[in-house]
């Protein structure tokens, strides 16, 4: 088991920036593929970018590639994503997600076992 949660969401205006952070509980952190999720208003939960158990190997969904950024602090139990350039269309509810049977990644929410809360980004001006 592992309990996730999310900080860092706010409002932004176009162009910004945030970094969002996913603190994860427990010991065993590097069992996990780390993944984020998006959901807007209206429409259905989205990969974003997920990062492999070490660090080495990172996933962007193409709408985000070039602007965002994930990673991942082992020692400190901690995923962040980067989010530079942002646009009104980021606007969306954040979710930390992991998984410890994937061998790789997924973009597919069902693949991953256990969630957090979500934190709130907007952006407009």
């Known amino acids: 088991q592992v309990q996730l949660v999310e900080s860092g969401g706010g409002l932004v205006q176009p162009g910004g920036s945030l970094r969002l952070s996913c603190a994860a509980s427990g010991r065993t952190f590097t069992s996990y593929v780390m993944a984020w999720f998006r959901q807007a208003p209206g429409r259905e939960r989205e990969f974003v970018s997920a990062v492999s158990r070490t660090g080495s190997n990172t996933y962007y969904a193409e709408s985000v590639k070039g602007r965002f950024a994930i990673s991942r602090d082992n020692a400190k139990n901690t995923v962040y994503l980067q989010m530079n350039s942002l646009k009104p269309e980021d606007t969306a509810l954040y979710y930390c997600?992991?998984?410890?049977?994937?061998?790789?990644?997924?973009?597919?929410?069902?693949?991953?076992?256990?969630w957090g809360q979500g934190t709130q980004v907007t952006v407009s001006s």
């Open positions: 997600a992991a998984d410890r049977r994937l061998s790789t990644y997924s973009t597919r929410e069902r693949q991953y076992d256990f």
